[in-house]
Protein backbone atom coordinates (compact mmCIF):
# COMPACT_ATOMS: atom_id res chain seq x y z
CA UNK A 1 0.00 0.00 0.00
CA UNK A 2 1.14 3.25 -0.72
CA UNK A 3 1.82 5.50 1.79
CA UNK A 4 -0.45 8.83 2.30
CA UNK A 5 1.58 11.96 3.26
CA UNK A 6 -0.01 15.69 3.99
CA UNK A 7 2.06 18.22 3.47
CA UNK A 8 1.08 21.78 4.87
CA UNK A 9 4.40 23.92 3.90
CA UNK A 10 5.31 24.99 0.45
CA UNK A 11 8.49 23.16 -0.23
CA UNK A 12 10.08 22.97 -3.75
CA UNK A 13 9.21 21.74 -6.43
CA UNK A 14 11.80 19.02 -6.82
CA UNK A 15 11.78 17.95 -3.53
CA UNK A 16 7.60 17.89 -3.59
CA UNK A 17 8.65 15.20 -7.22
CA UNK A 18 10.71 13.21 -4.91
CA UNK A 19 7.89 13.01 -2.51
CA UNK A 20 5.08 11.72 -4.89
CA UNK A 21 7.63 9.35 -6.30
CA UNK A 22 7.40 7.44 -3.40
CA UNK A 23 4.29 8.19 -1.45
CA UNK A 24 0.59 9.61 -2.36
CA UNK A 25 0.87 13.37 -1.45
CA UNK A 26 -1.68 15.93 -0.70
CA UNK A 27 0.18 19.61 -1.01
CA UNK A 28 -2.34 21.98 0.76
CA UNK A 29 0.40 24.54 1.67
CA UNK A 30 -1.39 27.63 2.57
CA UNK A 31 -3.64 25.90 4.94
CA UNK A 32 -3.85 27.77 8.26
CA UNK A 33 -5.41 25.24 9.99
CA UNK A 34 -6.82 21.48 10.17
CA UNK A 35 -10.56 22.56 10.27
CA UNK A 36 -11.81 22.48 6.78
CA UNK A 37 -13.97 19.86 6.01
CA UNK A 38 -11.59 18.79 2.96
CA UNK A 39 -8.22 18.94 4.98
CA UNK A 40 -10.24 16.82 8.13
CA UNK A 41 -10.65 14.34 5.07
CA UNK A 42 -7.27 14.35 4.29
CA UNK A 43 -5.76 14.32 7.80
CA UNK A 44 -8.16 11.18 8.60
CA UNK A 45 -6.36 9.05 5.47
CA UNK A 46 -2.46 10.62 5.93
CA UNK A 47 0.09 8.20 7.26
CA UNK A 48 2.42 10.92 7.61
CA UNK A 49 2.46 15.14 7.94
CA UNK A 50 4.86 17.48 6.94
CA UNK A 51 5.10 21.27 7.46
CA UNK A 52 5.07 23.81 10.47
CA UNK A 53 3.72 26.79 12.45
CA UNK A 54 0.13 24.66 12.73
CA UNK A 55 -1.05 23.65 16.14
CA UNK A 56 -1.80 20.06 16.65
CA UNK A 57 -3.79 19.36 19.72
CA UNK A 58 -4.59 15.19 21.28
CA UNK A 59 -8.35 16.28 19.50
CA UNK A 60 -7.19 16.50 16.10
CA UNK A 61 -4.88 13.43 16.62
CA UNK A 62 -8.04 11.90 17.01
CA UNK A 63 -9.36 12.61 13.84
CA UNK A 64 -5.71 10.91 12.13
CA UNK A 65 -5.82 7.10 13.46
CA UNK A 66 -3.40 6.49 10.48
CA UNK A 67 -0.94 8.67 11.33
CA UNK A 68 2.35 6.66 12.02
CA UNK A 69 4.96 10.24 11.91
CA UNK A 70 5.33 14.00 11.65
CA UNK A 71 8.30 16.20 10.23
CA UNK A 72 8.29 18.95 11.36
CA UNK A 73 10.23 21.91 9.08
CA UNK A 74 11.25 23.65 12.20
CA UNK A 75 13.91 22.96 15.36
CA UNK A 76 10.92 24.03 17.44
CA UNK A 77 8.27 22.10 18.55
CA UNK A 78 6.23 23.62 21.08
CA UNK A 79 3.17 22.96 18.67
CA UNK A 80 2.90 19.39 19.13
CA UNK A 81 1.74 17.26 22.27
CA UNK A 82 5.05 15.37 22.37
CA UNK A 83 3.88 13.36 25.16
CA UNK A 84 0.45 12.23 23.54
CA UNK A 85 2.34 11.71 20.27
CA UNK A 86 5.10 9.18 22.23
CA UNK A 87 1.47 7.87 24.11
CA UNK A 88 0.11 7.10 20.47
CA UNK A 89 2.97 5.56 19.00
CA UNK A 90 3.29 8.66 16.41
CA UNK A 91 7.10 9.55 15.57
CA UNK A 92 7.74 13.06 16.01
CA UNK A 93 11.18 14.72 13.82
CA UNK A 94 12.33 18.45 13.99
CA UNK A 95 15.01 20.25 11.93
CA UNK A 96 18.13 21.17 14.60
CA UNK A 97 21.03 22.28 12.94
CA UNK A 98 20.00 22.78 9.42
CA UNK A 99 18.94 26.54 10.40
CA UNK A 100 21.57 27.14 13.36
CA UNK A 101 23.40 29.75 11.62
CA UNK A 102 20.95 31.58 9.41
CA UNK A 103 18.85 32.06 12.96
CA UNK A 104 22.11 33.30 14.42
CA UNK A 105 22.40 35.53 11.37
CA UNK A 106 18.68 37.08 12.33
CA UNK A 107 19.53 37.76 15.81
CA UNK A 108 22.52 39.27 15.37
CA UNK A 109 20.78 41.12 12.33
CA UNK A 110 18.36 42.27 15.28
CA UNK A 111 20.75 43.15 17.45
CA UNK A 112 22.72 45.51 15.04
CA UNK A 113 19.11 47.40 14.01
CA UNK A 114 18.27 47.57 17.08
CA UNK A 115 21.20 49.00 18.40
CA UNK A 116 21.70 51.39 15.50
CA UNK A 117 17.72 52.16 15.27
CA UNK A 118 18.70 51.06 11.44
CA UNK A 119 14.85 50.72 10.53
CA UNK A 120 13.58 53.94 12.00
CA UNK A 121 16.50 56.02 10.44
CA UNK A 122 16.02 53.83 6.72
CA UNK A 123 12.19 54.94 7.08
CA UNK A 124 12.76 58.70 8.06
CA UNK A 125 15.35 58.32 4.59
CA UNK A 126 12.78 56.57 2.60
CA UNK A 127 9.83 59.13 3.75
CA UNK A 128 12.16 62.02 2.67
CA UNK A 129 12.31 62.92 6.04
CA UNK A 130 16.26 63.66 5.93
CA UNK A 131 16.07 67.10 5.94
CA UNK A 132 19.61 67.93 7.81
CA UNK A 133 22.66 65.86 9.54
CA UNK A 134 21.64 63.80 12.04
CA UNK A 135 21.80 65.20 15.87
CA UNK A 136 22.21 63.08 18.99
CA UNK A 137 18.30 62.36 19.40
CA UNK A 138 19.12 59.84 16.70
CA UNK A 139 22.03 58.17 17.66
CA UNK A 140 22.67 54.69 18.24
CA UNK A 141 24.63 52.71 20.89
CA UNK A 142 27.86 50.52 19.53
CA UNK A 143 27.49 46.74 19.71
CA UNK A 144 30.89 46.23 19.19
CA UNK A 145 32.57 45.60 22.94
CA UNK A 146 29.83 45.43 24.56
CA UNK A 147 28.18 42.39 27.11
CA UNK A 148 25.79 40.45 25.59
CA UNK A 149 23.94 38.21 27.67
CA UNK A 150 22.19 35.16 26.17
CA UNK A 151 19.24 33.13 28.01
CA UNK A 152 20.03 29.96 26.37
CA UNK A 153 23.15 28.59 25.05
CA UNK A 154 22.56 25.79 22.88
CA UNK A 155 23.02 25.38 18.80
CA UNK A 156 21.47 28.84 18.19
CA UNK A 157 22.84 30.82 21.64
CA UNK A 158 26.06 29.94 20.80
CA UNK A 159 26.30 30.95 17.32
CA UNK A 160 24.64 34.10 17.94
CA UNK A 161 27.53 34.32 21.03
CA UNK A 162 30.14 33.40 18.85
CA UNK A 163 29.70 35.80 16.55
CA UNK A 164 29.22 38.66 19.16
CA UNK A 165 32.54 37.17 21.10
CA UNK A 166 34.69 36.81 18.00
CA UNK A 167 33.22 39.30 15.34
CA UNK A 168 32.70 42.18 17.94
CA UNK A 169 34.91 42.09 20.74
CA UNK A 170 31.62 41.41 22.99
CA UNK A 171 32.12 39.89 26.66
CA UNK A 172 29.63 36.97 26.67
CA UNK A 173 27.49 36.03 29.83
CA UNK A 174 24.77 32.89 29.87
CA UNK A 175 22.13 31.60 31.66
CA UNK A 176 19.28 29.19 31.38
CA UNK A 177 21.64 26.31 30.12
CA UNK A 178 23.57 23.65 31.65
CA UNK A 179 27.63 24.43 31.64
CA UNK A 180 29.64 24.86 28.49
CA UNK A 181 33.07 24.36 29.36
CA UNK A 182 34.50 24.70 25.58
CA UNK A 183 32.78 27.90 25.34
CA UNK A 184 34.02 29.20 28.24
CA UNK A 185 37.25 28.67 26.69
CA UNK A 186 36.92 29.42 23.15
CA UNK A 187 34.23 32.45 24.15
CA UNK A 188 35.09 33.87 27.18
CA UNK A 189 32.11 32.92 28.14
CA UNK A 190 30.58 32.98 32.27
CA UNK A 191 27.69 31.35 33.10
CA UNK A 192 25.54 33.39 35.13
CA UNK A 193 22.17 32.88 36.98
CA UNK A 194 19.38 35.31 35.44
CA UNK A 195 19.25 37.51 37.99
CA UNK A 196 22.76 38.14 37.30
CA UNK A 197 22.68 38.00 33.45
CA UNK A 198 20.15 40.32 33.37
CA UNK A 199 21.64 43.29 35.74
CA UNK A 200 25.08 43.25 33.85
CA UNK A 201 24.05 42.66 30.06
CA UNK A 202 23.61 45.42 27.72
CA UNK A 203 22.24 43.06 25.10
CA UNK A 204 20.27 40.45 26.47
CA UNK A 205 18.96 37.97 23.71
CA UNK A 206 16.74 35.04 24.05
CA UNK A 207 17.16 31.67 22.41
CA UNK A 208 15.30 29.14 24.85
CA UNK A 209 12.90 26.94 23.34
CA UNK A 210 9.04 27.20 24.69
CA UNK A 211 7.87 24.97 27.39
CA UNK A 212 6.04 24.95 30.47
CA UNK A 213 9.31 26.13 32.37
CA UNK A 214 9.86 28.89 30.23
CA UNK A 215 6.73 30.11 29.39
CA UNK A 216 6.71 33.95 30.17
CA UNK A 217 9.92 33.23 31.76
CA UNK A 218 11.09 37.40 31.12
CA UNK A 219 8.36 39.40 32.83
CA UNK A 220 8.03 42.80 34.43
CA UNK A 221 10.49 41.79 37.03
CA UNK A 222 13.23 40.46 34.40
CA UNK A 223 12.73 44.15 32.54
CA UNK A 224 13.21 45.93 35.64
CA UNK A 225 16.16 44.38 36.28
CA UNK A 226 18.10 45.26 32.99
CA UNK A 227 19.95 48.20 32.61
CA UNK A 228 18.39 51.43 31.54
CA UNK A 229 19.91 51.35 28.01
CA UNK A 230 19.63 47.50 27.60
CA UNK A 231 18.40 46.06 24.92
CA UNK A 232 16.03 42.95 24.23
CA UNK A 233 16.09 40.82 21.71
CA UNK A 234 13.96 37.49 21.15
CA UNK A 235 14.58 35.48 18.50
CA UNK A 236 13.06 32.49 20.23
CA UNK A 237 9.22 31.85 20.55
CA UNK A 238 7.19 35.33 21.85
CA UNK A 239 5.23 33.30 24.80
CA UNK A 240 8.58 32.77 26.43
CA UNK A 241 7.89 36.51 27.47
CA UNK A 242 4.81 38.06 28.97
CA UNK A 243 4.01 40.83 26.13
CA UNK A 244 2.09 42.41 28.08
CA UNK A 245 5.02 43.33 30.37
CA UNK A 246 7.46 43.80 27.46
CA UNK A 247 5.17 46.30 26.16
CA UNK A 248 4.57 48.09 29.18
CA UNK A 249 8.05 48.61 29.81
CA UNK A 250 9.06 50.00 26.30
CA UNK A 251 6.29 52.50 27.40
CA UNK A 252 7.32 53.64 30.24
CA UNK A 253 11.11 53.62 29.44
CA UNK A 254 12.18 50.52 31.70
CA UNK A 255 12.99 48.92 28.93
CA UNK A 256 15.30 50.89 26.25
CA UNK A 257 14.95 49.31 22.78
CA UNK A 258 13.55 45.34 21.42
CA UNK A 259 14.58 43.73 18.42
CA UNK A 260 11.69 41.09 18.10
CA UNK A 261 11.06 38.10 15.37
CA UNK A 262 8.72 36.35 17.94
CA UNK A 263 5.43 37.31 19.09
CA UNK A 264 2.23 35.62 21.39
CA UNK A 265 0.17 35.92 18.44
CA UNK A 266 1.48 35.61 15.06
CA UNK A 267 1.00 37.38 12.56
CA UNK A 268 1.40 39.74 14.79
CA UNK A 269 -2.36 41.62 15.32
CA UNK A 270 -1.96 44.96 13.34
CA UNK A 271 -3.51 47.13 16.14
CA UNK A 272 -0.25 45.49 18.37
CA UNK A 273 1.33 48.74 20.12
CA UNK A 274 4.91 46.85 19.06
CA UNK A 275 4.01 47.61 15.19
CA UNK A 276 4.05 51.22 16.17
CA UNK A 277 6.79 52.37 18.42
CA UNK A 278 10.22 53.64 17.17
CA UNK A 279 12.22 51.83 19.70
CA UNK A 280 10.78 48.31 18.29
CA UNK A 281 12.35 46.55 15.44
CA UNK A 282 9.93 43.62 14.36
CA UNK A 283 9.99 41.01 11.92
CA UNK A 284 7.82 38.61 11.15
CA UNK A 285 8.86 34.93 12.33
CA UNK A 286 12.30 34.64 9.48
CA UNK A 287 14.70 33.36 11.90
CA UNK A 288 15.54 30.57 9.05
CA UNK A 289 13.86 32.01 6.20
CA UNK A 290 16.53 31.95 3.81
CA UNK A 291 16.16 30.02 0.33
CA UNK A 292 19.05 28.11 1.29
CA UNK A 293 18.17 27.25 4.95
CA UNK A 294 14.29 26.65 3.95
CA UNK A 295 15.48 24.24 1.12
CA UNK A 296 17.77 22.32 3.53
CA UNK A 297 15.21 22.40 6.13
CA UNK A 298 12.11 20.68 3.84
CA UNK A 299 14.77 18.14 2.57
CA UNK A 300 15.43 17.14 6.40
CA UNK A 301 11.99 17.20 7.02
CA UNK A 302 11.61 15.15 3.83
CA UNK A 303 14.44 12.59 4.68
CA UNK A 304 13.09 12.49 8.09
CA UNK A 305 9.05 11.26 7.10
CA UNK A 306 11.10 8.80 3.92
CA UNK A 307 12.77 7.06 6.97
CA UNK A 308 9.86 6.92 9.78
CA UNK A 309 7.91 5.82 7.44
CA UNK A 310 9.86 3.17 6.38
CA UNK A 311 11.08 1.83 9.37
CA UNK A 312 14.05 3.36 9.36
CA UNK A 313 15.66 5.78 12.05
CA UNK A 314 15.04 9.13 10.85
CA UNK A 315 17.99 11.92 11.50
CA UNK A 316 16.21 13.90 13.88
CA UNK A 317 13.46 12.27 16.04
CA UNK A 318 12.44 14.57 18.85
CA UNK A 319 10.74 11.91 20.85
CA UNK A 320 12.76 8.53 20.03
CA UNK A 321 11.07 7.04 22.20
CA UNK A 322 8.42 5.73 19.83
CA UNK A 323 11.20 4.12 17.71
CA UNK A 324 12.04 2.03 21.10
CA UNK A 325 9.07 0.63 21.50
CA UNK A 326 8.88 -0.34 17.54
CA UNK A 327 11.72 -2.13 17.26
N1 LIG B 1 12.90 32.82 15.07
C1 LIG B 1 12.99 31.71 14.38
O1 LIG B 1 12.65 31.65 13.20
C2 LIG B 1 13.57 30.49 15.01
C3 LIG B 1 13.35 30.23 16.34
N2 LIG B 1 13.88 29.11 16.93
C4 LIG B 1 13.68 28.87 18.36
O2 LIG B 1 14.94 28.74 18.98
C5 LIG B 1 14.88 27.69 19.91
C6 LIG B 1 16.27 27.17 20.22
O3 LIG B 1 16.77 26.40 19.17
P1 LIG B 1 18.17 25.64 19.34
O4 LIG B 1 19.23 26.58 19.76
O5 LIG B 1 18.37 24.83 18.11
O6 LIG B 1 17.82 24.68 20.57
P2 LIG B 1 18.81 23.97 21.59
O7 LIG B 1 18.04 22.86 22.18
O8 LIG B 1 20.10 23.68 20.92
O9 LIG B 1 19.10 25.10 22.71
C7 LIG B 1 18.19 25.41 23.71
C8 LIG B 1 18.90 26.09 24.86
O10 LIG B 1 17.94 26.45 25.85
C9 LIG B 1 18.32 25.86 27.10
N3 LIG B 1 17.13 25.61 27.92
C10 LIG B 1 16.81 26.30 29.03
N4 LIG B 1 15.68 25.86 29.56
C11 LIG B 1 15.27 24.86 28.80
C12 LIG B 1 14.14 23.99 28.83
N5 LIG B 1 13.20 24.07 29.79
N6 LIG B 1 14.02 23.07 27.85
C13 LIG B 1 14.94 22.96 26.87
N7 LIG B 1 16.04 23.76 26.79
C14 LIG B 1 16.19 24.70 27.74
C15 LIG B 1 19.11 24.63 26.73
O11 LIG B 1 19.91 24.26 27.84
P3 LIG B 1 21.06 23.12 27.72
O12 LIG B 1 22.20 23.79 27.01
O13 LIG B 1 21.37 22.78 29.11
O14 LIG B 1 20.44 22.01 26.91
C16 LIG B 1 19.91 25.18 25.56
O15 LIG B 1 21.00 25.93 26.01
C17 LIG B 1 13.91 26.69 19.26
O16 LIG B 1 13.33 25.82 20.20
C18 LIG B 1 12.89 27.60 18.62
O17 LIG B 1 11.85 27.87 19.50
C19 LIG B 1 14.61 28.23 16.20
C20 LIG B 1 14.84 28.44 14.87
C21 LIG B 1 14.32 29.58 14.16
O1 LIG C 1 10.81 29.01 14.47
C1 LIG C 1 11.35 28.24 13.77
C2 LIG C 1 11.84 26.96 14.18
O2 LIG C 1 12.50 26.31 13.34
O3 LIG C 1 11.59 26.55 15.32
Not at 120 to 149: C, I, P, Y
Request: net charge negative; proline share 5%; charged share 20%.
Amino acid sequence: MTKRILVFREINDDQLAALRSEFQVDYLPHITGFDDPEVLEVLSQAHGLVGASLKVTPELLDKAPQLEAIASISVGYDNYPVAELTRRGILLCNTPDVLTETTADTGFLLIMCTARRATELAEMVRQGRWTQNVGKELFGSDVHGKTLGMIGMGRIGAAIARRGALGFNMKILYSMASPKPELEQSLGAQRLELDALLEQSDIVCVTVPLSAQTEKLIGAEQFARMKPEAIFVNVARGKVVDEAAMIQALQDGTLHAAGLDVFETEPLPADSPLTQMSNVVALPHIGSATHETRTAMAQRAIDNIRMALNGEQPISPVNGEVLAQTS
